[in-house]
């Protein structure tokens, strides 16, 4: 398996609230990405990193801020976290931008209260 | 209109039965084409790419028609073991790396 550790695995946390979930690697792979997934959503993509400090939106990135000043970590915040954040969110890495393979951590499973 | 579709099943089907599961993308740009099983409260992993020319691997085979913009998988004999989501993933090339695009999945429940 890929060396990729998401934490926390689970939280709850009140509505309002400031959440961090952390993604580390031991790859050294250039590309890290978050998604969500939800029920009739399937995954999506809500901000990924080319490179360290090299970040860029996905397709549901309002409510959530990123930031890579390593290689090997990246990190996804809810500055206030609101109910429909409530999901599993993953985090996941890739070698190089040409198709090949992406590797999925496990999931941190969030919810908001 | 989503930008990959699938029939998000279930499929329940017999041991040893053969099942196959399609898939449609919108984006004609897409360049490479996955698909990804994922097991309950797990994260999604690799079955297999997918091939203009078709593939296959043991017991699934992969089908492309970029005329169509149709993926398909075929599995064939199956196990109890194969009863997971499927996901159909399209790849288009980004300014900065894949930007993989998921379907919703296919889930497939294999009885005894």
């Known amino acids: 398996d890929a060396g990729i550790t998401q934490s926390p695995r689970h939280k709850v946390t009140e509505t309002g609230t400031p959440v961090t979930l952390r993604c580390h690697q031991t790859?050294?792979?250039?590309?890290m990405y978050w998604y969500r997934q939800d029920p009739g959503h399937g995954l999506r993509l809500i901000h990924y990193?080319?490179?360290?400090?090299?970040?860029d939106k996905g397709e549901v990135s309002d409510g959530y801020s990123v930031s890579r000043s390593k290689t090997e970590d990246f990190l996804l915040t809810l500055e206030s976290a609101t109910s429909s954040q409530t999901s599993v969110y993953f985090c996941?890495?890739?070698?190089?931008?040409?198709?090949?393979?992406?590797?999925f951590g496990e999931g941190s499973w969030l919810t908001v209260v | 209109r989503k930008e990959v579709e699938q029939d998000p099943g279930p499929f329940n089907v017999p041991e040893g039965a053969t099942v196959a599961f399609n898939c449609t993308y919108s984006?004609?740009?897409?360049?490479?084409f996955f698909w990804y099983r994922q097991d309950c409260r797990k994260e999604p992993k690799l079955l297999m790419s997918?091939?203009?020319s078709g593939n296959e691997d043991g017991r699934f085979t992969a089908q492309l028609n970029r005329a169509s913009q149709y993926i398909s998988l075929l599995i064939r004999d199956s196990k109890l073991s194969d009863s997971a989501t499927y996901l159909c993933?399209?790849?288009?090339?980004?300014?900065?790396?894949?930007?993989?695009?998921f379907g919703g999945g296919t889930r497939l429940m294999v009885k005894p």
């Open positions: 790859e050294n792979h250039r590309y």
């Open positions: 984006n004609s740009a897409s360049q490479s």
């Open positions: 997918v091939y203009s």
């Open positions: 996941a890495i890739s070698e190089s931008s040409s198709g090949n393979t992406i590797y």
């Open positions: 990193s080319y490179g360290v400090k090299d970040t």
């Open positions: 993933v399209v790849n288009i090339l980004g300014n900065a790396g894949n930007m993989l695009t």
